[in-house]
């Protein structure tokens, strides 16, 4: 399992090229029980990833009040989460030559250690502000697996027809366990009491209810721990990199070399069209939900228990029914998403609007904002392997993900110099929207992994 002969292995073809062109060996697939196991480790592995990165934006209120932090503060922890894809070459180099599973168990440690900085109980304020920021950052070293990897694992072990699903839950899960944070720190974390005066410091360095909330932020720092640490050695101890026989015509086919499936991708104008139609909303998407509640105080929504973008698996029941339908289904995402923007941009101006500014509302317009974008992440998956096929998914979707990274890295940067007025985000947030409306309307879809699976397998 980890010595090199069995690596090597892993990079053989199971179907050589000749047999796919003639009729002397037949082409044998199968598909085994474990794949859901295999799928349900992968996606816990990105849910907690997601909530770990996620974790400071809906506390931090308390956050600012437990340890000082101010809102340039919390935009750099959120910011970590693009710098760690500035490696990515590395991860996505690691994930072709030597599989799914030391790709994966890297990030899973990664994390691990990542979550066990943050929890450090010291005194020292300095030390411990730093200890986050560096947990933060190690948790960010395990995002290029962890959000390019799906397509490549659903095209491992599933077979045509379930492919699709399966890459909808395992890209989908990390935004899930983004959500989710909105949910478990507020419910862990209570939000400061502004009737208690902030200079009434006791011996312990500050006043009861601020010690409180020091330790019930601790809480959450060992919660995230422990769940990270009980999946870790889930993954050490079972993680196969790829399955027996392979459950497609795809999965057994020869793939591109790293270096030559880089220069494919750079060289392809379609493909670099439809990234960039990924990566623009996704990006800004991902840096406005990181400060989302700092977009919602002003509105008197504040560290409360909002999320966005929760029922977005109901969106992929249907996936593996609607093949060969990718541009369509895109188009009306992006429309959703551009209506569900605007329409939250127009509240948040409701003294020049006059629209009705409430918590339900606001709820609303976010969540249909986080259904509709992320329910269009593993479409856009699907759409780039079909597109640049046979380039290996791992490094398809290792360059969009960076590329989305990179978009929400930009943006957080500009952040942490902008911190007063965030009303320009909500503006680039429908910008985005639009922008990548377009792109898709202009794009000319093509299926050529399908077609080898449909026409080459029968």
Known sequence: ???????????????????????????????????????????????????????????????????????????VLVLWGPVGYIPWLLFMWLM????????????????????ALRSVPLEEELLR???????????????????????????????????????????????????????????????????MPTTARGASGGTPHDLFIRDRIQLLMYSEFGAVAVLFGAVLLYFPSRPPMPPSVAAASQRLSYRSSIIRLLSNGRFLMIAVAYAVPLGVVAGWSGVLDMILTPAKVSQVRHSHGCPEHASQAFADSIRGMLKLILVLMLAGASLSATWFTLTCLTRLTHLPSTAATLYTSCILVGIFINSSVPMFFELFIETVYPVPEGITCGVVTFL???????????????????????????????????????????????????????
Request: charge should be neutral.
């Open 1 to 75: 399992m980890g010595t090199a002969s069995s690596e090597q292995a892993e990079r053989e073809p199971l179907l050589s090229p000749s047999s796919t062109e003639t009729n002397d060996l037949p082409v044998y697939s199968r598909v085994y029980g474990r794949r859901w196991l295999v799928l349900t480790f992968f996606s816990l592995l990105g849910f907690l990833q997601g909530m770990v990165w996620n974790s400071w934006g809906p506390i931090q209120n308390s956050a600012i009040r437990a340890f000082g932090f101010n809102k340039s503060d919390i935009a």
């Open 96 to 115: 072709d030559n030597k599989g799914l599973r030391v790709s994966l168990l890297l990030s899973a440690f990664l994390m691990l250690l990542g979550s």
């Open 129 to 195: 502000r730093w200890l986050i920021h560096g947990g933060q950052l190690l948790n960010g070293l395990a995002g290029p697996t962890v959000m390019s990897a799906g397509p490549l694992l659903s095209t491992t072990w599933f077979a045509p027809d379930q492919r699709a699903t399966a890459t909808a839950v395992a890209t989908l899960v990390p935004y899930l366990g983004s959500a989710a944070s909105f949910l478990l720190g507020p419910l862990l974390v209570p939000a400061p009491n502004d009737s």
């Open 404 to 458: 989305g990274n990179l978009v929400m890295g930009l943006l957080l940067f500009f952040l942490t110099f902008s911190c007063t007025d965030l009303s320009w985000l909500n503006w680039c947030l429908t910008g985005s929207c639009l922008f990548s409306l377009m792109l898709i309307l202009l794009f000319r879809e093509s299926y050529d992994r399908l077609y080898l699976d449909v026409f080459v397998s029968a």
